[in-house]
């Protein structure tokens, strides 16, 4: 499993970017308008809002993510992917995980689903317990 992440991982660092900032990438790129915020981001990352404001500040100057105020709300700032990271994330590494996986009998591909989605549960039970 350990060996499994890590290659996963290792995929992420393309393109100028690291594994975390296309996460971020993938994120603000699906995410509807209200969640396309640091603090929705740093939820989902479970990361500290410090930390993903850092990661979101690298994107922007990458101009990877721009900026958007909420008319309605001075105080909320959206982020948006840019062309440039959509373009990106059409080159995606993750799109060669997801082929490996997408080759696999439905069957397995349910299982595997099934068991990760109990593993990444247990995880969490254990990390919201300490």
């Known amino acids: 499993m350990m060996h499994i992440g890590h290659i996963a991982d290792s ?10 900032q296309w996460t971020a990438l993938r994120y603000f790129a699906s995410a509807n308008a209200s969640q396309r915020t640091v603090s929705a981001f740093a939820d989902f990352h479970a990361t500290t809002r410090g930390a993903a404001s850092q990661m979101v500040e690298v994107l ?13 709300d001075r105080r909320v700032v959206q982020l948006h992917p840019t062309a440039r990271a959509l373009d990106l994330l ?3 590494p993750m799109k060669d995980f997801a082929a490996v ?6 069957n397995d591909q349910y299982h ?3 068991t990760l989605t109990r593993v990444l549960r247990g995880l969490l039970a254990k990390r919201q317990a300490a």
């Open 11 to 20: 995929l992420g660092y393309t393109q100028g970017l690291k594994p975390s």
């Open 60 to 72: 922007v100057n990458k101009e990877l993510l721009t900026r958007v105020p909420v008319p309605e």
């Open 90 to 92: 059409q080159h995606d």
């Open 101 to 106: 996986i997408a080759a696999l009998p439905p």
């Open 112 to 114: 595997l689903a099934e």
